[in-house]
Nanobody
Framework: QRRPVESGGGLVQGGGSLRLSCTAS???????????WAWYRQAPGNQRELVAT???????NYADSVKGRFTISRDNARKKVYLQMDSLKPEDTAVYYC????????WGQGTQVTVSS
């Protein structure tokens, strides 16, 4: 399967916001819709960690470190998954990736998020 494509990262000051997008254009809708999608992140020297998930029914779950600041959403018609990140902190600096919650799709390039203090 084609890998997801992430975008929307950048450099932002602490307290700022970014909205990440993930496109799974290589996936047919009937496959995309029931999948639980997830955002992951990997900071330098750290393992990749799960940030948020969203089921086909749009139930969302978050890592404790981002709860109340990040919001995951999806647009099934466009085969897109989003991550709205507010009140960003320097410790949110990482490369962000999207994938299935199982992490079984090929990994994309990710999008770099850098939060300055």
């Amino acid at each position: 399967q084609r890998r997801p494509v992430e975008s929307g990262g950048g450099l932002v000051q602490g307290g700022g916001s970014l909205r990440l997008s993930c496109t799974a254009s290589g996936m047919i809708t009937s496959t995309f819709n029931p999948i639980t999608w997830a955002w992951y992140r990997q900071a330098p020297g750290n393992q990749r960690e799960l940030v948020a998930t969203i089921t086909g029914g749009r139930d969302a779950n978050y890592a404790d470190s981002v709860k109340g600041r990040f919001t995951i959403s999806r647009d099934n018609a466009r085969k897109k998954v989003y991550l709205q990140m507010d009140s960003l902190k320097p410790e949110d600096t990482a490369v962000y990736y999207c994938n299935r919650d199982t992490g079984e799709l090929p990994w994309g390039q990710g999008t770099q998020v850098t939060v300055s203090s």
